[in-house]
């Protein structure tokens, strides 16, 4: 533990930049979560039944790259290869936040093996769990047999007071207790401190009253140093079978600093002479950076993987004999794995006649869709409580919900920042999840949406209602700068169909 916080305060220290003090208040947390329950195998990380570890506390990077720096996670390349070399190595934490570095200020997906998720603005990775959670769910409805167990994984976040402040983290959080997601785990981190200073300044809620009432189990750790108290916690939490479980962790931000429970612990390094007083309040050596005592990493990477190496080749030997009993499964999960669509994807797709008339293009792209959802089985989405408007219902594949987990529309609820933030996630899990609002609500998910470009996601923002005609409803149902706005995003493919027949088209893009 006290090797995650020095590296931690070694690294902010170096790049003169960054966020030392949660790394450090949380480190026996993450130590704990990871070298006794989290199910990953750090010489195959991708392995697909992995528990998912999502740190939507983004700022507090160096927490999570010290966890894979020491848990030996290997590196795999963009190809999906395995490189064999480390997904973060010591001269990698050096380059902390450094141009070009695999450790930048925030963690990156598809630049670090071993980050599940973007999180930058807060929130977003407590939105992205949820899509996990559905998708873990879906996966083992749609795959699992008897005998045959190929998903049953769980997914843990760690959160703070600003995930909490965020809307999006409540949308999410109330859609994922009436779904009662019992694999998913949110740990939060109340420590009480943000960057202007004490909580007190602008957030004084019970925030475990707050998840009770979305119907989570919530747990509390009185000490984050406890680790016994924490690991008691997530074994309450593998124990409950009917609700997502909320673990509020009081922790004191930077400890053993003698700017602990300070803002400056927070947001900015704690200084040349602050890092030796800490250092000797560890009983560390004073003189000596970036430092890994000798079995240190030895230690870590066998607690971790001596579990998920098992669990891992049980799940390819199961996986062999699965695709002997059901081989067109097998290719489809092959094809999830890989991004690619099934063979015979375009087949039956419906075309329009010229009509002088004209055909409202979401009621042909509502055909469209229902054609593609009966040839790609893993289409999986919904609106934000819109379907009769978008025409984006799936008919004839039943609803995703709690009873019925293999159902394919979504119900986000008037929910348009989370279901962005959710719909990232189901496609981080292997599905490809589609969206639907009316263009002027594309303001409610504009960061999950620019978040989907920055990481290369599949996932498909469906917007009707785009005319500036619109007015019946007044202006603030008038889209006007919307369409230029999303243009503008990089890595966002923007297409706006002019009749039926560019509508299909669009969705076979």
Request: hydrophobic share 40%; net charge negative.
């Amino acid at each position: 533990m006290n090797t995650i916080r020095t590296l931690a305060m070694d690294a902010v220290e170096k790049a003169q930049s960054g966020h030392p003090g949660t790394p450090m208040a949380l480190a026996p947390v993450g130590y704990t979560l990871w070298s006794q329950f989290l199910r990953i195998d750090p010489d195959v990380p991708d392995w697909p039944n992995r528990d998912r570890f999502v740190l939507s506390v983004g700022h507090a990077s160096m927490l999570l790259y010290a966890l894979i720096h020491l848990a030996g996670i290997k590196e795999v390349d963009a190809e999906g290869r395995a490189t064999g070399l480390p997904a973060v190595s010591l001269d990698d934490i050096k380059n902390f936040r450094q141009m070009g570095s695999r450790t930048p200020g925030h963690p990156e997906y598809r630049v670090t093996t071993g980050v599940e998720t973007t999180t930058g603005p807060l929130g977003q990775g407590c939105g992205n769990s949820v899509g996990m959670a559905v998708a873990e769910r879906w996966l083992a409805q749609h795959f699992n047999r008897d005998g045959f167990t190929l998903f049953d994984h769980d997914v843990y976040v760690l959160c703070g007071d600003g995930d909490m402040m965020e809307g999006v983290s409540g949308e999410a959080a109330s859609l994922a207790g009436h779904l009662k997601l019992s694999n998913l785990c949110w740990i939060y981190d109340s420590n009480r401190i943000s960057i202007e200073g004490h909580t007190d300044l602008a957030f004084t809620e019970d925030v475990g009253k707050r998840f009770e009432s979305y119907g989570w189990n919530v747990l509390h750790v009185d000490d984050a140093n406890d680790t016994e108290a924490f690991a008691r916690a997530i074994e309450s939490f593998k124990a409950t079978d009917d609700r997502p479980t909320f673990v509020v962790v009081h922790s004191i931000i930077g400890w053993g600093s003698p700017k602990a429970d300070s803002e400056k612990a927070h947001g900015e390094p704690l200084g040349a002479d602050a890092i030796v007083a800490t250092k000797k309040a560890y009983g560390w050596p004073e003189d000596k950076t970036f430092y890994v005592p000798d079995g240190v990493a030895k230690h870590f990477n066998e607690a971790i993987a001596s579990r998920g190496r098992r669990l891992r080749e049980e799940w390819e030997a199961t996986f062999a004999g699965y695709r002997e009993t059901y081989p067109g499964m097998a290719a489809e999960l092959d094809a999830m794995r890989k991004g690619a669509l099934p063979p015979g994807w375009e087949s039956g797709l419906p075309s329009f006649d010229p009509d002088p008339k004209g055909v409202a293009s979401r009621d042909s792209a509502g055909k469209v869709l229902n054609a593609l959802a009966g040839n790609v089985p893993w289409l999986v989405g919904g609106s934000a409580d819109l379907s009769p408007s978008t025409k984006t219902d799936l008919k004839n594949f039943g609803s995703f919900q709690a009873d019925n987990p293999g159902g394919r529309t979504m119900h986000f609820g008037v929910r348009e920042h989370a279901m962005g933030a959710i719909a990232n996630g189901m496609a981080l899990s292997y599905l490809k999840p589609f969206t639907a609002t009316f263009l002027v609500f594309a303001d409610y998910m504009r960061a999950p949406v620019r978040l989907a470009a920055i990481m290369e996601l599949p996932v498909t923002f469906v917007f009707t209602h785009d005319s500036i005609g619109v007015g019946e409803d007044g202006p603030t149902h008038q889209p006007i700068e919307h369409l230029a706005t999303l243009r503008a995003m990089p890595g966002l493919d923007t297409i706006r169909p002019g009749d039926a027949n560019e509508a299909a088209e669009a969705w076979k893009l």
